[in-house]
């Protein structure tokens, strides 16, 4: 057996331990090192829980002494691009979480740094991994839902501000539902359609209640400091004549408490993404083509198990550099505008 892959994990937070450490501490094949962060207790607490040898405040000291394979990003947004070409120009493959920075023209240049490197850049745009996506995607191939012309995509919360991180922080993260949770269903809804190119971005953007609550369901946040939108509307045009329509909020006087979920409208055929379910109307009855039962929830350790066995040369998909860079691009335009209040040719 060749030797182990060295793993290290910059930005000690929730969805480093409970995502990515995770995955990496059940592989055999790899071996996590180090974790760095910039909070010197928080670096040595993440280290000590998990078993790592090293705790670094410093990402120079920590590739000098561990020389890592495999980096994970987990920092807050506006450290991405930073974090990325730094992994990068030290050779390492890197999996960094969503969005993949503040601009495309960041995402732009971690894109053609990994190229120039030759090295695997991914990011963890889990639920296009989780098998309702794929069987969907397979369907949309395979023509069962014709030409699908209309696609709703929904990322809703009623009342689920963040109440720990930088989430309602803009400098930080770029913006709020639209960058956190919405860019999920984005991502899932693309994929399911193929990637079609956009044509023009329309959108609105509210900020109602989240300096006028202050806690819900995800704890308590500081109304006062909160800077992002609380909710967004967009309407993506398709070149090939389909829209795609984006609803994304931390904080919606909606019944649901939360709503994560894309509907695609076919001529032939219609389809719900969690849990996969294609239908059509026959004599005005509804008719059940395929369902599954329930929707795939393992999504976040099937994205971290394709960009291993990626970097170890499987011929597996991932969230790659470019498709990533798609994704920033959409997410820059939904909130051009949704400031200027026209619409946004691509």
Known sequence: MSRKLRVAIIGGGQVAET????????????????????????AK??????????????????YQQCQPDVVSVCTPNRFHHQHVLQALAQGCHVMCEKPPAMTPQQAAEMRDAARKAGKVLA????????????????????????????TTAKALRRCGVPGWGVFTNKELQGGGPLIDIGIHMLDAAMYVLGFPAVRR????????????????????????????EDALFATLEFHNGGI?????????NISQQSVMNVEFCGDNAGATLFPA??????????????????ADNNRHCKSMQAFVDHVLGAPVSIAD??????????????????????SIDL
Do not use: N
């Not at 971005?201 to 992002?228: I, N, T």
């Not at 379910?277 to 329930?294: A, K, N, P, S």
């Not at 550099?321 to 026209?342: C, D, K, R």
């Open 19 to 42: 995502v990515h450490a995770s995955y990496y501490l059940t592989r055999e094949d790899l071996e996590l090192v180090a974790v760095v962060d910039s909070q010197p207790e928080r």
């Open 45 to 62: 607490a993440f280290a000590e829980r998990l078993g790592i040898p090293h705790a670094f405040t410093d990402t120079g000291e920590m």
């Open 123 to 150: 990011y963890d745009f889990h639920h296009r991994f989780a098998s309702d996506t794929q069987l969907l995607r397979e369907q949309v191939v395979a023509g069962t839902l014709g030409e699908v012309y209309v």
């Open 201 to 228: 971005v329309s959108a609105h953007s509210f900020q109602k209640l989240g300096k006028r609550k202050h806690s819900g369901q995800f704890g308590e946040w500081d109304p006062q400091a909160y800077s992002v």
């Open 244 to 252: 795609l329509r984006l609803e994304t909020s931390f904080i919606l």
């Open 277 to 294: 379910h294609i239908y059509q109307d026959q004599g005005g009855e509804l008719v059940t083509l395929m369902q599954r039962e329930t």
């Open 321 to 342: 550099a470019e498709q990533g860079y798609i994704i920033q691009q959409l997410v820059a335009a939904i909130y051009l505008a949704a400031e200027q209040g026209t």
